[in-house]
């Protein structure tokens, strides 16, 4: 089945760049997610990618989509201290597919 | 605001004790999910209804049910909760054609 990789964690002082690395298996997938999930808190989607772009910027944050090597990253320009949290990839395949599969989520730890 | 609300945040249900979650939103949207989310790991869908059609994943326990009564609300059952039961549950909309998931902020269940 569809598998998504991230590394689970990253440490970053404030103000540097972070960036958030995604890898998955289906070559199909047509939309790609980044969620954040504070401490106890559901998941908020921050951004999306469809398979036919390979960038797109959204105030701080960059995504990057590499459709031939199936990577995806996040890019958190002059991360703060309220970024620290769990980031998920997630991928969802195309036409009549509901279901999103999730990475394990990398652990955004920022450096005061 | 819009939005997709879960009740209660915390949970505590005794071992073999059949217990309820409960998810309603108002953004009208068609399809509703319910993730559940163990420590450290990726949300694994449980099951989702599009409109009144459910549709459970091959690998969800027998033990965990799902009512949809209405557009507005989604109960998750859980006949006789096991200590591996215990978990973050996630519940989810989306409008069929949709880019993202709205994700409510879950409930954390304790089974003792």
């Known amino acids: 089945g569809e598998d998504v990789e991230q590394s689970l964690f990253l440490s970053v002082r404030e103000g540097d760049s972070s960036v958030i690395n995604c890898t998955y298996t289906d070559s199909s997938s047509t939309y790609l997610y980044w969620y954040k999930q504070e401490p106890g808190a559901g998941l908020q989607l921050l951004t999306y990618i469809f398979s036919n772009m390979d960038m797109k910027q959204d105030q701080r944050l960059t995504v990057l989509l590499n459709k031939k090597d199936k990577h995806l990253s996040l890019r958190i320009a002059d991360t703060q201290t309220g970024d620290s949290a769990i980031y998920f990839c997630a991928s969802r395949s195309g036409a009549g597919s509901y279901q999103l599969t999730f990475g394990k989520g990398t652990k955004l730890s920022v450096i005061p | 605001d819009a939005m997709v609300i879960q009740n209660p945040r915390y949970q505590v249900t005794q071992f073999g004790k059949p217990v309820t979650l409960s998810c309603s939103q108002t953004l009208n949207h068609n399809v509703m999910y319910w993730y559940q989310q163990k420590s450290s790991q990726a949300p694994k869908l449980l099951f989702h209804?599009?409109?009144?059609?459910?549709?459970n994943e091959a690998d969800t326990p027998d033990n965990f049910q799902s009512r949809r009564p209405n557009t507005s609300f989604c109960f998750l059952d859980i006949r006789s909760p096991g200590l591996g039961d215990a978990a973050m549950y996630l519940c989810?909309?989306?409008?069929?054609?949709?880019?993202?998931?709205?994700f409510g902020s879950g409930t954390r269940l304790t089974v003792v």
């Open positions: 989810a909309t989306s409008r069929a054609a949709n880019y993202g998931y709205t």
């Open positions: 209804y599009y409109d009144k059609d459910f549709n």
